[in-house]
């Protein structure tokens, strides 16, 4: 997920784990929408395995869905609700079939929006709204496959996670079916429909052959040239961590409060990134990165906790300066890291992982997001490019459909480079302090120097680069301790690219 300047409603659950020892595989869900009125009627079929102790299913579904029956095992059961909570007994053995059939107005996760007179319906999951429309176990460390059959007056367009199947409809019907099967698993936070009434769908694909579908609102189609370099993006990221998990991927047009959302292999992208003039920088293509990096990390290997979201949006945000540098070369890479590393005083002092906190969405600062990337640019120098990149290709397989902690990345981080990383993990993870460069610019000598001052030993070793900038003219520097005499007389910027420090003069 991507935020944009304004914020978005908060959320009214509070973030509890799933039931131990029950695993939702699979859900497969069959929605009738009135896409006007956000009325539906629905069924939910949740394939659980379970283990001999585990004897109730927990799920959350919005006080606003009526529940007509639930079934186990084809076999009708009494549940108990409470609030949004429902519990559902389950059998003796080891899985069951749970079917809920639901209906009501949805008054959460499910939002209209306008787009140059077209009203668009679509669904946004994180964190926990899925609720509103999906009775799931909503915490990331439960991903599953999510079929989805969602049946629309028959006039509309419909964009959905997962790969498109199928649509159809009976002569004398006025609705229309839509099929989108995801083939490996995302947490429920990802799993989204969006319907319109029309999308222009451009169909591109990459070298080795995955399909890729852009779903764009007529008027904007003009627009869309910032999904172009797709293809790329994912043939880089591929290089990088490995296969792409899905069978295909899509980006959405939506008019969201969001800047963009990494539903499960189907991007959903603000609609005023489609129609803004992005100043020489194609802030649609940006955010694309962004969500297109989260299919490996978030969706794919998904965070053990709310806690843990830096190692979504972290990885989301460093992995973008990633294929910037692939794609475009290491001074655009540097630019963007500059910018990465300039964060406010609170948020580059936060912890990383929060001891504490009452809604998801209280997690959403740019601690997670450029702290996180920060933090994994300074393990990479830190480790090597070797290691570093050897890692994550190790963490996108073992932790494929697996929650991943921020304990787990650091023993693995240790395996892969024979090295103990507790101090590094206290201080820039689990710390609340930043190393401090104090620079020193002496005007008639065109002198200038810099000196790590506070915590200089958390950088010991390491290859950080500072940009020098004067008068349109850049220096890159990589010792932490120095000085330059420069060619022109007014005062200079020291950036450090990518790496969080107070820089005093
Ligand atoms: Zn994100």
């Not at 109730?56 to 609700?81: G, H, K, N, W, Y």
């Not at 406010?344 to 906190?357: I, K």
């Not at 005007?443 to 001052?453: G, K, M």
Request: hydrophobic share 40%; proline share 6%; with cysteine.
């Amino acid at each position: 997920m991507l935020l944009l300047p304004a914020g978005c409603g908060r959320g009214e659950h509070p973030p509890d784990a799933p039931t131990p020892g029950v695993d939702v595989r699979a859900y497969d869900v069959s929605i009738r929408l009135d896409p006007i009125s956000l009325y539906l009627s629905a069924r939910a079929r949740l394939t659980v395995f379970h283990t001999a102790d585990a004897n109730t299913l927990d799920l959350q579904l919005s006080e606003a869905m009526q529940i007509r029956r639930v079934l186990v095992d084809e076999e009708s059961v009494r549940f108990e609700r409470q609030g949004d909570r429902l519990r559902i007994p389950l059998p003796e053995g080891d899985s069951a079939l749970v079917t809920i059939t639901y209906f009501g107005t949805a008054t959460e996760g499910l939002h209209r929006g306008d787009v140059a007179g077209q009203i668009v319906t679509y669904s946004q999951a994180w964190p926990q709204h899925g609720a509103g429309w999906l009775p799931g176990v909503h915490h990331p460390s439960d991903p599953a496959r999510f079929d989805l059959h969602l049946i629309v007056p028959k006039d509309y367009d419909v964009a959905a996670t997962g790969v498109y199947e199928s649509d159809r409809f009976r002569p004398h019907d006025s609705w229309r079916r839509y099929d989108f099967s995801l083939d490996a698993d995302a947490p429920t936070y990802t799993f989204a429909f969006a319907v319109a009434d029309s999308f222009v769908v451009v169909e591109d694909s990459t070298d080795s052959g995955l399909a890729i579908r852009h779903y764009i609102l007529p008027d904007d189609a003009r627009s869309a040239a910032g999904l172009e370099r797709t293809p790329e993006v994912l043939e880089v990221l591929e290089a990088i961590l490995g296969p792409y998990p899905y069978a295909a991927y899509s980006t959405v047009e939506i008019p969201m409060g969001y800047a963009g959302m990494e539903n499960a292999a189907a991007s959903f992208l603000s609609a005023d990134l489609y129609t803004s003039s992005s100043g020489g920088r194609n802030a649609l293509e940006e955010v694309n990165v962004h969500e297109a990096a989260h299919q490996w990390f978030g969706n794919d290997v998904v965070p053990a906790g709310w806690e843990d979201l830096w190692l979504a949006e972290g990885f989301a945000t460093y992995l973008t300066t990633v294929v910037y540098e692939q794609m475009d070369g290491p001074e655009v890479a540097q630019e963007r890291r500059v910018r990465m590393a300039q964060l406010g005083w609170r948020d580059a002092r936060r912890r990383l992982v929060p001891e504490q906190y009452i809604d998801p969405e209280d997690l959403l600062s740019a601690t997670v997001y450029k702290k996180g990337g920060c933090v994994l640019h300074l393990l990479r120098l830190t480790l090597g490019d070797d290691v570093f990149f050897a890692a994550l290709r190790r963490l996108a397989r073992d932790y494929a459909d697996r929650p991943l902690s921020t304990e787990a990345l650091r023993i693995l981080l240790e395996e892969e480079s024979g090295r103990g990383l507790d101090g590094f993990f206290a201080y820039w993870v689990y710390g609340t302090r930043i190393p401090e460069l104090r620079i020193a610019w002496d005007r008639s000598a065109q002198r200038l120097t810099w000196r790590i001052e506070g915590d200089a030993g958390t950088l010991d070793g390491v290859p950080v680069e500072l940009l020098i900038q004067q008068d349109g003219h850049t220096e890159v520097v990589n010792v932490l301790n120095g000085e330059a005499v420069l060619p022109g007389a007014d005062e200079p910027r020291v950036l450090p690219v990518g790496v969080l420090m107070d820089v005093h003069d």
